[in-house]
């Protein structure tokens, strides 16, 4: 039977003919017999929404069928792309469902020419529900294929259609591969830019620095057309004004005749749009300011003493009213409004500020060492001499006991007021009183002349840098925080490595959270070519600020790179590893960075003022041994101003992006920023219970111990050791004798991972080095930024010995293989304990161990015997 198709402006439905044609009795009527459906499809275009209603999904087929073979007749990707939607339009409500089931099944069945696979997937976007993995396997071919047109088509249609809502799976697939043709140089232009703006559109966090770095590429070429091509798709993004070059580029294309040079010239209207409401806000914010000024008397002063009023109600009633001052609500206060306009924004009292500049500084004049309170023995401790100071050129290491400063007894005091009483002005004594462990004990409290070590002061800077060459030719550098003189070291420890043969670099940044702006700057301008930009920000106050780099590399452009990151690396770590990474420079291996992108700024308030001193040494800071000059409150020493420290910008990386972590009102992370790693490694993991063992055998010192005990015997081997041990405890001396004195349910690699770090921390105190804290032989991520530089293959890492012996496979962790003991920790450990008494001949075996033993094992094992 022939099927004729009656078009109604409501209504398609089938009706049976006897013969190959009919006349219609009302609308049009078209017969597969004289006609076929490809006349349905053709007419369909001029027809209006709703006028295809009734038909089946097999008909449908049919139909999409006949205008697939057209498509392909007219070989033109941007008509085919037209006509689907077209006819996907004409569709009612009801005939959705079948409508979008035919194009699924077509698309399944994946046999579709180029120009047909535009088609349908135009059609099916148009309906409901599209599977987006399906579309996406269906472009793959077209993104694949030699056609420069179809390419580009192919990009647009991923870049627009919302592909961004796909599953991960799927996004990452298709970013691969339109990056993978963003960049071919041997692609066409437009199709290279196509892609890169698809990628950018769906990437998911870790690959979108990829497309932008493309695109600036493009931007920042000598060849005027490939300039064009990158102002005009980083415009498609909306990045206007945050990348230098785009706006002027816009400006040249704008005076062109045709497509190009219109839309140029939107993009610049847009600007021209944005840089209005930019003055009006301005504008609005200034005239507030003027209006609180003229109203001071007024809403202002109200608002001031209500906050009086609530202070004096906390006081009077809360249940801890009488134990705070009027002041530290106050600054409670002010911390709460700063902290309500972000995390980062924050009131400093002049305490707090005094001591936020001494860790921003990195000098000051004192003994040269890292302390604290050892919570063993509750003594102010050295945990670490700084090596360059003059405490370690005393003869003072780590573990020593400061238990009186002069005639002054630390015991008992506060680790603020014996720091203070340490520090002083360069080229000054001071008298220490020295206890170690092993020493009488009543010493501590009536110490004699000969524990005393006299110190001279210096002007002491605090190294940020820890640098060692790893064999290989591998120069690793840590840079723990970017001080005022981190360029300057990260300078020195480049040099002398390059000296001793480096030919590859590692710049570890892990948990650096930031520090100077400009020194993350000069660090950037060591490996960069001169004139890129490292970063820019943005901010609502005007134009924002740009900064280049200014010298030629010391790093030759090569040797490769790798930085080092992890989820507290922030700010200033975050603008080094991402211009690295922008600029195609660095591989970024490790964890997403911490997204601290925005910019602060220190101020003091109106009428607050520093109290005045005697700058003796010219270095506009104050230095506890300078005189006074002024003393604001009257109490005899130098006081800071209180500061506001409030967030003004966010920094912009050269392609653009922002690093920063955006918060939504309920506190929860929209944006996640941060910088993501070229190559995901987690960090090791280690058992909880076998991390508390380890920790319990720490606090005992007996590792330490035994290291002190046998550094003077075993020089040599410890050095060795330090540096490599195959993470093999046999090559420790007398390490079973050890293993067995500990009754410790760890493991012997468990004891010997711990008694490597005790004997690398006699090494560095003996060499007067420390070790930088990433160790190849048990750091994970330290080991891929080796295998990165030096190659997986047969000709690569392997062929070191060191790191053959020791790297693990990149899925591996420390030994996860938890025991049921993990219940019986504390049992295991007393038997184990027991047993060593028994096996020295310090006990015997009776018959009620035997049974707390067996109760154990059968516990342990879950059966009897």
Known sequence: ML??????????????LTGATQEPVQGTVL??????????????????????????????????????????ATANPLLSLRDGRSVAHLLGDEDGVAFDAACDTLLRRGDAGPQGTLFLVAARLAGDDADLALLGKALTPLLENIDENLVG?????????????????????LTDLLLAVAEDGARGPEARVGCAVAAHEIALGESVHRPRRILNQFLTSSDPDLRAQGALGLARLGILREVDGVESELEAISTEAGPRGRLAQAYLKQLAILRHKDTELRRARERQAELQAENAGGPVADDLARVGRLIDFVQGNHLDGGSVTREELLEAAMQGILHSMDAHSSYFAPEAFERFQQDMQAEYGGIGAYVGIDPDDGLFTITRPIYSGPAYKAGLTTDDKIIRVGKWPTIGEDTEEVIKRLKGRPDTDVKLYIWSRGMDPTLIDRPTEDMAVTVTRAAITIPPVNS?????????????????????????ALIDLKEKGATSWILDLRNNTGGYLAEAVNVSDLFLPKDLRVVSTETTQGEGRRWDTRFDPVVPESDPVVVLINRFSASASEIVSGALQDHGRAQLIGQRSFGKGSVQDLFMLPGDRDDGYADENSNQRHDDWESLIADVNGNGEFDYAPRVKLTIERYLLPTGRSIHRELDDEGNIST????????????????????????????????????????????????????NDGRDWKKWPGFDELYTSLGTPLSREDVRFLLRIEARRAVQDAAGKAFPQGDFEEDLQLQRAISTLLGDDATGWQTIQEFAATFRPIEDEVDLNTPPLVAHADDLRTALSRLAAIESGDAEMTDEDVAHLRALLQSLSGEKF
């Open 3 to 16: 099927t004729t198709y009656i078009f109604f402006p409501l209504l398609l439905a089938p009706a049976p």
């Open 31 to 72: 017969s597969t017999g004289a006609y076929g459906p490809a006349a349905l499809a053709l007419a369909a275009p001029a027809l209006d929404r709703g006028t295809l209603v009734g038909v089946s999904q097999d008909d449908f087929e049919a139909l999409l069928q006949t205008r697939m073979d057209e498509a392909e």
């Open 153 to 173: 088509v192919a990009a647009d249609v991923l870049a627009g259609s919302g592909f961004d809502a796909a599953e991960t799976e799927t996004r990452r697939s």
């Open 468 to 492: 060692t060459l790893l064999p290989g030719n591998v120069g690793l550098i840590e840079l723990t925080t970017f001080s005022r003189v981190a360029s300057r070291e990260v300078y020195e």
């Open 672 to 723: 996640p920023g941060g910088i993501a790693p070229d190559i995901d490694v987690k960090a090791d993991r280690i058992d909880g219970w076998r991390l508390s063992e380890m920790r319990t055998l720490q606090g005992t010192r007996k590792l330490r111990e035994w290291v002190q005990d046998h550094y003077a015997q075993h020089t040599s081997t410890f050095e060795a050791l330090a540096l």
